[in-house]
Nanobody, 115 residues
Framework: QVQLVESGGGLVQPGGSLRLSCAGSGIIFSVYDMGWYRQAPGKQRELAATISRGGSTNYADSVKGRFTISRDNAKNTVALQMNSLKPEDTAVYYC?????????WGQGTQVTVSS
């Protein structure tokens, strides 16, 4: 059974930082492209950052220079370091694993940026 479990969300003030983590099980983690997506209230889910199985990264323009995605294949984890957070970063953040036609999603973790 495939599981992706996110952790690390919470409430943070504008300008603050959070680190999200996603732990995968039931898959050969190292062959999957991994990503973090987010969905704000009333909006569609959108890409925040991805990291390929080879380590190449891609970021949405809105998070470039503030967010960093990384992976640890030995621990089956992918992380998203989020700095200089803004109120518009408030969303549920989802972890995704993709390999060919196989796509898996985590349950999501809430990030709220507010003073």
């Amino acid at each position: 059974q495939v599981q992706l479990v996110e952790s690390g969300g919470g409430l943070v003030q504008p300008g603050g930082s959070l680190r999200l983590s996603c732990a995968g099980s039931g898959i050969i983690f190292s062959v999957y492209d991994m990503g973090w997506y987010r969905q704000a209230p009333g909006k569609q889910r959108e890409l925040a950052a991805t990291i390929s199985r080879g380590g190449s990264t891609n970021y949405a323009d809105s998070v470039k220079g503030r967010f960093t995605i990384s992976r640890d294949n030995a621990k089956n984890t992918v992380a998203l370091q989020m700095n200089s957070l803004k109120p518009e970063d408030t969303a549920v953040y989802y972890c995704k694993a993709a390999f060919g036609r196989y796509n898996y999603w985590g349950q999501g973790t809430q990030v709220t940026v507010s003073s």
